[in-house]
């Protein structure tokens, strides 16, 4: 039999969050982010429940051609455009559009021979300082991209560093508009952080991620408290023994928890190789049958403890929630120093996934 943990994908929730999106959004059309194999969720097992999207934005080449192959006809945004000249070849053959952030991206454009010009995002670095020509020659640039005839609709892009803190978009924003306000342009730069709190950039087009999957783009669960946004992902697992501890006794690798009193404490079949975060410490948040408990002790391979101190009843085969509709994903992540994307994208693949479309 196969162990007990396992992921529930609730790809209704999917479609009801982008439904959150949609009224946020106003007028501006939606690219709904899927890179890192959505949100480690599954692009293949995801995306017809975020068939009402206006676009898909993701980063690999091979899921863009997979969400063609699997019958998508409409936008696919290439979010860090292509990496190789002859990456144009497939960006022409898919009808892909593509992020372009450097000089030798439009320079490939401009050699290339394709069958039909690309439409492109002109990525403009206004303070986040990664991809992106520099704003102060926002003008120039997007020049350059109208003169050259292989290119098709041109849309200005940035991203926001601080969108989702206290320092907020407002400078960025003030940049980019300065820069490039008098441009003649489409626009994208909201991304979920934005949709949520900046209406005044969401224009032409907007980016949300994390929110499509129901968690907070600050890993604060208030910042998106009465929204109206549900988990998509659960982590299920169960109690597979139990111990009982003595005053001074130890748990786990590196005896790193030492119970103060007789404690009783279960074993669950999760460990860092099904994406648990290794590093959570003693007291990150657990549900064992229902009831809301805590970590104890370090995180092994396969195997975490809690303390059944909360819940005397539990036993071998009580259900456990790692996270999910009642534990936020946002809260493991925070108590264990990380965020919630990145639970999300770790999940391993020997955790076997059940998909529920209600």
Known sequence: MSRPISATLHLSAL???????????????????VKANAYGHGLARIWQALDATDGFALLDLNEAIMLREQGWQG????????FRTQDLALVDHYRLTTVVHSDWQLD????????????????LNSGMNRLGFP??????VWQWANSISNIGEVTLMSHFANADNHMGASEQFTRIQQASGHIAAARCFANSAA????PETHYDWVRPGIILYGASPSG?????????LRPVMGLHSEIIATQMLSAGHSVGYGSRYSATGTQRIGVVACGYADGYPRLAPSGTPIRVDGILTHTVGSISMDMLTV???PCPQAQVGSKVEIWGDNLPIDDVAAA?????YELMCALASRVSVITERT
């Open 108 to 123: 490939a454009i401009n050699a290339a021979r394709l069958t039909a010009p690309p439409n492109i995002y002109l990525k």
């Open 220 to 228: 604060d669960v208030n910042d998106i408290a009465g929204i109206g």
């Open 135 to 140: 704003i102060g020659q926002a003008d120039a």
């Open 15 to 33: 479609s009801h969050n982008l439904s959150i999106v949609r009224r946020h959004a106003g007028a501006a059309k939606i690219w709904s982010v």
């Open 195 to 198: 949709i949520l709190r900046n």
């Open 336 to 340: 264990a120093g990380t965020v919630g």
């Open 75 to 82: 936008p696919i945004l290439l979010l860090e455009g292509f």
């Open 307 to 309: 303390d059944l101190t």
